[in-house]
């Protein structure tokens, strides 16, 4: 007896050591972890949702005896990742109307409205993403077609960029346009006399004001339709740049019901509604939501000549284009965005509109800081104004695949010279040792990889140009991983708890098919996402 006992000991023993005590063991991976020190691992284990070890395959697997184990079969595993700059709410809302991106005329456009009017009969036709760049004739179009197959139906379809759109007349009737009125911070178009129904930045605002809102179930299916296809390019975050508050309480409901998983940073527009609520509030912080930015507009876009530039366009004399509010209320709201301690984030494309800003954001940050106040595209630049960036420690928020989109096009928007100094990543990430990537979606493709692949090769999905867009400016593919992922959770305030696969952080990773690290450059289009896990759980499998 006394011999059994001992032996019954040891039994005991063994069998509490093999009690699971981890969630999830990911093993025989290439783990890119982006840490400080860049380290590649095997392994790395989860629980409770977080990142507890990392390290090799043999260690973990002794140290660690896991619910669920999944073999990556030496897949290259990534942060999750992570888009600085989106609309992705409004691209929830864009899958349900008129899909009009790659359209290569006005009368393909007009095909695309007269199919989707035939299966969705009631209330406005709304579409998105015409860009008459890619024409034969790059003209904006005229709404003489869409009069004659639409009289008494209102239509809104808006430019690729969401600062230009082109209306009905049932529409300008609804918001009372008449030819000839202007708008400060907008165009109106009149030729002849007579509108074209073409409406350039605020403008566009006066005819969606009298558009009706969506209601619940639109606005719902608007997130978990983004946030699916989001899931399938494995983005974790993303940032949602200008929503008005009340779209809050419906994402807390969503995510509080576990039907929205994605994490989200949202930017609340300039609005004065949007100041008192989150003023009043403080700063909104769990794990899936922070709101602690505003998302404030200086210029229009250059595809559509909205942006203000300081010398002519070179393709439109007399034009420089415009800011869409004075510079009297970017001074006002940068006081009252730093007085509360908020984060304020510009969208800025134009030389001119870039120097106005960076000279307001200089003089409430006086030098060197953390408050992170970021530029939103900071795309053409004035030469001597990029040293403003690291001397305030202001963050340029790129969106790489917008140089190998506009190129073909932006050097008649601005001549040979400026185009130098536009889409400037790399010169832009040496001011502050760190940049965030994002795309601007539905502007751009949602898909990571394009951004990924933009960024270090500079040129389009079709290979152009050979040699390159620029490649001074290019990043390298260290360079451009960590701004998908970790710099881009640093611009959120997020670096301790996201962008790198470290102990403590979420347990938010993506499985590619391919390593975008050491692939072919011209294969990076073509690398898809496996499995895509937010907080230790799957939330897509290709599989």
Not at 57 to 84: M, W
Not at 91 to 113: F, M
Not at 472 to 490: F, I, P, Q, V, Y
Request: charged content about 20%; glycine content about 8%; some cysteine.
């Amino acid at each position: 007896m006394k011999k059994i006992l001992p032996f019954l000991l040891l039994v005991v023993a063994a069998c509490k050591q093999k009690q699971p005590n981890a969630d999830l063991l990911v093993k025989n991976a290439r783990v890119y972890t982006a840490n400080s020190n860049f380290a590649i691992a095997t392994a790395f284990v989860v629980n409770g949702g977080k990142i507890i070890a990392v390290g090799t395959t043999e260690e973990l697997e002794k140290r660690y005896d896991a619910r669920q184990v999944l073999d990556a079969g030496k897949k290259a595993v990534y942060p999750g990742f992570i888009d600085a700059h989106t609309h992705f709410y409004d691209y929830g809302l864009s899958l349900q109307q008129v899909n009009l991106a790659g359209t290569a005329s006005w009368t393909q456009i007009i095909d695309s409205v007269l199919t989707f009017s035939k299966l969705n009969p009631d209330g406005w036709l709304v579409g998105h993403g015409w860009d008459q760049n890619h024409w034969p004739v790059k003209q904006f179009p005229n709404k003489a077609k869409l009069d004659s197959l639409f009289p008494d139906r209102p239509v809104l379809l808006s430019r690729i960029d969401g600062h230009a759109a082109i209306v009905n007349q049932a529409a300008l009737n609804i918001a009372a346009i008449k030819p000839g009125q202007t708008i400060a911070g907008g165009q109106i178009e009149t030729v002849n006399g007579k509108l074209t129904g073409v409406l350039l930045d605020n403008a566009v605002g006066l005819v969606e004001h009298k558009m009706p809102g969506p209601n619940e179930e639109q606005i719902q299916n608007a997130f978990i339709n983004a946030q699916n296809n989001c899931f399938a390019v494995g983005l974790t975050t993303v940032d949602d740049c200008g929503l008005d508050y009340h779209l809050l309480a419906n994402i807390s409901q969503l995510q509080n019901e576990r039907k929205l998983k994605m994490r989200l940073y949202v930017m609340l527009s300039d609005k004065p509604e949007n100041y008192n609520y989150l003023f009043k509030r403080g700063i909104i912080k769990t794990s899936h939501l922070n709101v602690r930015a505003f998302k404030v507009y200086a210029d229009g876009a250059l595809g559509s000549r909205g942006a203000c530039l300081l010398q002519n366009y070179t393709d439109q004399k007399n034009w420089k284009g415009f800011l869409l509010n004075t510079p009297d209320h970017f001074k006002e709201v940068a006081a009252k965005i730093a007085g509360k301690g908020f984060q304020m984030c510009t969208h800025a494309i134009g030389d001119s509109a870039n120097r106005m800003m960076l000279k307001i954001y200089a003089g409430i940050l006086k030098g060197k800081n953390d408050k992170r106040w970021r530029i939103e595209h900071a795309q053409v630049l004035a030469p001597e104004d990029i040293q403003l960036f690291g001397q305030n420690n202001i963050i340029p928020s790129v969106q790489p695949s917008h140089a190998t989109s506009d190129m073909e096009w932006a050097i008649r928007r601005l001549g040979p010279k400026r185009i130098k100094s536009a889409y400037a990543y790399k010169q832009l990430l040496d001011q502050n040792g760190w940049i965030p990537l994002g795309t601007d979606f539905p502007v751009e493709d949602i898909n990571p990889m394009y951004t990924f692949y933009a960024a270090v090769t500079r040129k389009n999905l079709a290979g152009w140009p050979l040699t390159g867009f620029q490649t001074d400016n290019a990043l390298s593919r260290k360079e451009a991983l960590l701004g998908m992922t970790l710099w881009a959770a640093k611009a959120n305030f997020e670096e301790q708890e996201k962008g790198s696969i470290e102990p403590g952080k979420y347990a938010d990773f993506v499985i590619l098919d391919q390593d975008i690290m050491t692939v072919n450059a011209a294969d990076l289009p073509k690398v898809r996402v496996m499995k895509t896990y937010v907080n230790g759980e799957k939330v897509y499998d290709r599989n």
